[in-house]
């Protein structure tokens, strides 16, 4: 990795959130329109909205081209994108041997992985 360049770690960064929106954006807008042309007709109540989401049930619902599995993943994929971007960072932080930065990039990836995961807010 001796030609792994600051500029070549920008673009690959920026390559990454740009297919990460493109890629989230495109699942959501395809869910919704499914999920239109299947209950378009029918008027939900929202006066009480809960919403139990876990992995399993967005893949169960995906193998059933279910609309708001294919919604939960577009969001997953959205969510996930800034941490993939900062993952990206701490690689390459830890490829120019900096250790500061890349103890401080990996600290707060871990709070946010533990955020995510946890259903607890930072």
Same mark, same amino acid.
């Given at each position: 990795?001796? $030609?792994?360049?600051?500029? /070549?770690?920008?673009?690959? +960064?920026g390559?990454?959130?740009? /297919? =990460? @929106?493109i +890629? *989230? !954006? *495109?699942? @959501?807008?395809?869910g919704? %329109?499914?999920?239109?042309?299947?209950?378009g #007709?029918h008027?939900? $109540?929202? &006066?009480?909205?809960?919403a139990? @989401?876990s +992995?399993?049930? !967005?893949?169960?619902?995906?193998?059933?081209? #279910?609309?708001?599995? @294919? !919604?939960?993943? =577009?969001?997953? !994929?959205?969510i996930?994108?800034?941490?993939?971007?900062?993952?990206? *960072?701490?690689? =390459?932080?830890?490829? &120019?041997?900096?250790?500061?930065?890349? /103890?401080i990039?990996? %600290?707060?990836?871990? +709070?946010i992985l533990?955020?995510?995961?946890? =259903?607890?807010? /930072?």
């Open positions: 990795m001796k $030609n792994f360049t600051d500029k /070549a770690l920008q673009v690959l +960064i390559r990454a959130l740009r /297919a =990460g @929106i +890629i *989230s !954006i *495109s699942l @959501i807008l395809v919704g %329109i499914t999920y239109l042309a299947q209950n #007709e008027h939900s $109540n929202y &006066e009480y909205f809960t139990k @989401i +992995i399993s049930s !967005i893949l169960h619902g995906l193998t059933h081209f #279910e609309a708001l599995s @294919i !919604i939960y993943l =577009g969001t997953a !994929i959205l996930g994108t800034p941490v993939l971007r900062v993952a990206l *960072s701490a690689l =390459g932080f830890a490829l &120019e041997k900096d250790v500061l930065y890349t /103890a990039t990996l %600290i707060v990836l871990m +709070i533990f955020s995510v995961l946890s =259903g607890h807010p /930072a």
